[in-house]
């Protein structure tokens, strides 16, 4: 049966262990390329003393993020140290939700209401709204004990519940993919920990009735997958099984209008060529561009950052690595264009995991951003003055709201 956290973001400064100032660099040559005007936006220590509480190390969980905070759910780490030993009643397995936020860089669980799911392994999310959405996972023992409920978490409100739907739900699996186009919930794939699914199910969130599509031609197994999508199709990047991992130079995608898998032919980068394959890497997208890190590929666990444009299919290798290689970690994209990573199997001999979390700019940030981290740097106890004091010093509304 297969492993669902193993087989977890630019250097965050509180992770006192990372040893490699050659890998720092590197990342923080990242930074100055992907934002030249401002070459040190990387997440201050001022608030990460020893003592400063952070999610234990782990591998597959979740992330999703705002304009305000990261969330990260869940996640499976065998190690009973360092999964919380005899206060974590759920070991090997998180059942929490924590949160990064991105003003003041500090960590805090959030203690929520209602029911929390059970499956904390390999399951889906999306943010749509201030709401949560998670499917699927799997919980002890893995593969039995797999899920196909909807839960909602209501990140405003700190309150789980679980969605009432109508029609035939999807399969229980684990490592499904996910993604919201027009008011539609889309999960496809997912693997029962012996069996692969290439299901594809449409959730509609008004009316809240599953329908499971039945494209007109067939598609082979995928698993722990990355997807993206158009508008008009969802894309398959990448993922495999326990035996294989699945190449880059050719993507699969649904076309929502004919009801057809499709196969498109990308284009290599000039220099490098095509990604190497992978499964259990993360995949954020920004507009028209998708963004693929980390990943395993059954020798070696990869650290390289890519980017494809799904109108021109062109592949680019970014000048960026990870500081350090990762798979089944996590990673969000916040609405400014600032992509998080957290977590992950960061040595598969060992299989040791990490609790990092890095960021990157994966555009030029808006002369907003730029004044917003300048200011945040300049005033280190801005988020302790109340809602007047910050009016009267000439900050919006919306800027406020980010602070709290």
């Known amino acids: 049966m297969i492993d669902p956290g193993s087989a977890g973001a630019m250097t965050l400064s509180l992770h006192v262990s990372l040893s490699g100032s050659k890998k720092r660099a590197r990342w923080l040559q990242a930074r100055r390329i992907f934002s030249p005007s401002c070459p040190n936006l990387q997440i201050p220590n001022r608030f990460l003393r020893e003592e400063h509480c952070v999610p234990p190390a782990r591998s597959g969980h979740r992330c999703i993020a705002d304009s305000t905070n990261l969330y ?100 229980k699996v684990y490592g499904p993919a996910m993604v919201i186009i027009n008011g539609h919930l889309y999960v496809f794939g997912g693997t029962t920990g012996y069996l692969y699914s290439t299901d594809l199910h449409r959730l509609n969130l008004a009316t809240r009735e599953w329908t499971q599509l039945k494209p007109n031609n067939a598609l082979s197994e995928v698993r722990r997958q990355a997807v993206s999508h158009d508008g008009q199709r969802i894309y398959i990047l990448g993922g495999g099984t326990s035996l294989m991992s699945y190449s880059l130079d050719q993507i699969h995608a649904y076309n929502l209008e004919t009801n057809y898998w499709e196969e498109s032919v990308t284009q290599p980068d000039g220099r490098i060529g095509f990604p190497a394959a992978r499964r259990c890497h993360s995949c954020v997208q920004v507009k028209d561009e998708v963004f693929i890190c980390g990943g395993y590929n059954r020798e070696l666990i990869l650290s390289d950052m890519w980017k494809i444009n799904l109108q021109t299919f062109q592949w680019t290798k970014l000048p960026a690595v990870m500081p350090e290689p990762a798979y089944f970690h996590c990673a969000a994209v916040t609405p400014a264009g600032c992509m998080y990573v957290h977590g992950g199997v960061v040595n598969m001999y060992g299989n040791r995991r990490s609790s990092s979390l890095y960021k990157v700019w994966l555009v030029v940030p808006s002369l907003l951003e730029l004044t917003w981290e300048k200011l945040l740097k300049t005033f280190p106890h801005l988020a302790q003055l109340s809602t007047l004091q910050l009016l009267s010093m000439g900050l919006t509304q919306m800027l406020i709201q980010r602070l709290k």
């Open 72 to 171: 990260v759910f869940g996640g499976f780490n065998p190690n009973f140290h360092q999964a919380g030993g005899s206060e974590n009643e759920d070991y090997p397995l998180f059942r929490e939700l924590w949160r990064f936020h991105f003003a003041t860089a500090t960590w805090q669980q959030v203690r929520t209401e209602g029911y929390m799911p059970t499956e904390l392994a390999s399951m889906s999310a999306v943010l749509h709204g201030s709401n949560l959405l998670v499917f699927g996972g799997t919980g002890i023992p893995f593969g039995e004990n797999n899920g196909n409920d909807l839960h909602v978490c209501d990140v405003q409100y700190k309150r789980w519940s679980l969605l009432n739907c109508r029609g035939k739900k999807p399969n």
